[in-house]
């Protein structure tokens, strides 16, 4: 008689991830709920930044009608009926429900002190923060992730403890302080050191025009550029070099190298890529402060952008330049926050496994 061997049973498939279109489409439903759900995060937050906006504002002292008129002596009937015009007799209540309605509409109201539409003003103080902002953004965060990545890279060496010193020192400087020291010296001059750079502003009455305009500004943007970088790119250079610093402990990093790529194929092919992650965050949260511009450095240099613009509404006080402006920024930043977050879900496939 023969026997037949038992034939062994058929192998279940694996489970595991699904695979092909529909895993895409998996993926892509996930990465849009997740989206939708930080959109809805943000829009409460703007909401939020609204009711803090109004009523924040009303806490600073001055009478926005006597600041309105400066020194020009009105008497009690005058100011009761301008405070009337602007709307500061009404309730509280209804003060606010009008701020809101205005708000929906984008109307920000009109400036006590500059008799102008607050949109108006915010838009054209936009351009000189975006020169001033974005170049030093830029610069800061080219210098901060090559410093911080040669830092790691030579972990503990003179150039890692100078840099690493350094930064600290510098993003532990007040800025205000930093730009009057490099007001006085650079701009003013001290002894021996000539004044080489303007003193204030973004250009002179007699500019020059054409090509040879955008040198003129940019000899007016050297000292308000260096003292934001100054302050910022360690920031950058301190999340790279402990980004970095982690990475070069991994299992991968080991691999590659013992698979005989030279050291800086490992570096800049490995360890450099999964390193910046960390940064996104951190880039588009100063992207948001782009639109809001640094209040100190514009205030030190007279730089006309909004932060200038900010301060002035303060030493009125103007209520509807300072709403503005502040929700604008606080605007800003809940965007770019919420970019960050989104794009950091889709840069890193750990965090949308998790």
Known sequence: MTVIPDTPPAAE???????GPGGERGTGRTVARYALAKIGGAALSIGMVVVATFF??????????IAYTRDVPLSPEQLDLLRRQMGLDKPLLQQFLDFVWRTLRLDLGTSYEYKRPVTE?????????????????????SLGLWQGTRAAWRHGSRFDRFSTGLSLVLWSVPTFWLGLLLLMVFAAGVGPIPGIFPTRGMEDIDAPGGPMYLLHVAHHLVLPCLTLVAVVYAQYLLVMRSSLLDEIGQDYVTT???????????????????????????VFIHIGFVVGGAV????????????????????GPDFAVMQGTFMVVCTAVIVMNTLADVAYHVLDPRVRSA
């Open 296 to 315: 100190s450095v514009e205030t030190v240099y007279s730089w006309p952008g909004l932060g200038l613009l900010f301060y002035e509404a303060i030493q």
């Open 121 to 141: 003003l915010i838009a054209e103080r936009t351009g000189p923060t975006l020169v001033l902002v974005g170049t030093g953004l830029v610069i800061a965060v």
């Open 13 to 19: 498939p694996a489970a595991g991830p699904a695979a």
């Open 56 to 65: 924040l504002f009303r806490l600073i002292p001055g009478d926005p009608a």
């Open 256 to 282: 590659a190298r013992a698979k005989g790529l030279r050291d800086d194929q490992v570096r800049r092919r490995h360890a450099v890529p999964n390193a910046l992650l960390p940064t996104v965050t951190l």
